[in-house]
Antibody
């Protein structure tokens, strides 16, 4: 069965960096676009970044552009999110999600359990 | 930030039917973009309920149904069960933001 397991979360000071990983199994990872979606404590869902199946296309939501970078290693079946210059408002549970559909029809058919990132001094 | 509007809460007795609306402006749902729905039980990750406005993934009970008309979409739950207590989110695409958007979320309570 499809499994997505995030790791790398933790407590970090504002301005510092953190890298999240998402290990995928149970499907052909290299055939699917992948997303990072976050959820601040007690709040709703917000998409963070998208990467195409082969890594050739990447897109980040405006609030993280220039600070976060999504990447993938298809040989390791792993998705990454490099987060630099972290802000307190980046505090959230970060989910990796597999995307189905295409382009503006993307939806998220499988989700990991999430990695908690807390940005605090 | 959420740009699709949902009612904060809906409730119903076991066995009843409830509906959740998801309203967006013309650059989103009204522009013809698909709407998808997710269920999030407290403490768990979201789960896909409906995709492409009205399609159910395998394993999702047919008590859940989705529809779309104009600039709004709806999720209906018929034969409400205790295990349906959760938060529900709609999701679509926003051409003005060139990004994916979620609804504000609706908490369903079974009385």
């Amino acid at each position: 069965q499809v499994q997505l397991v995030e790791s790398g979360g933790g407590v970090v000071q504002p301005g510092r960096s953190l890298r999240l990983s998402c290990a995928a199994s149970g499907f052909t990872f290299s055939s699917y676009a992948m997303f990072w979606v976050r959820q601040a404590p007690g709040k709703g869902l917000q998409w963070v970044a998208l990467i195409s199946y082969d890594g050739s296309y990447k897109y980040h939501t405006d609030s993280v552009k220039g600070r976060f970078t999504i990447s993938r290693d298809n040989s390791k079946n792993t998705l990454y999110l490099q987060m630099n210059s972290l802000r307190t408002e980046d505090t959230a549970l970060y989910y990796c999600a597999r995307a189905s559909g295409w382009g503006d029809t993307y939806y998220f058919d499988h989700w990991g359990q999430g990695a908690l990132v807390t940005v605090s001094s | 930030q959420s740009v699709l509007t949902q009612p904060p809460s809906v409730s119903g007795a076991p066995g009843q039917r409830v509906t959740i609306s998801c309203t967006g402006i013309s650059s989103k749902i009204g522009a013809g973009y698909d709407v998808h729905w997710y269920q999030q039980v407290p403490g768990a990750a979201p789960k896909l309920l409906i995709y492409g406005n009205s399609y159910r993934p395998s394993g999702v009970p047919d008590r859940f149904s989705g529809s779309k008309s104009g600039t709004s979409a709806s999720l209906a739950i018929t034969g409400l069960q205790v295990e349906d207590e959760a938060d529900y989110y709609c999701q679509s695409y926003d051409s003005s933001l060139s990004g994916y958007v979620f609804g504000t979320g609706t908490k369903v309570t079974v009385l």
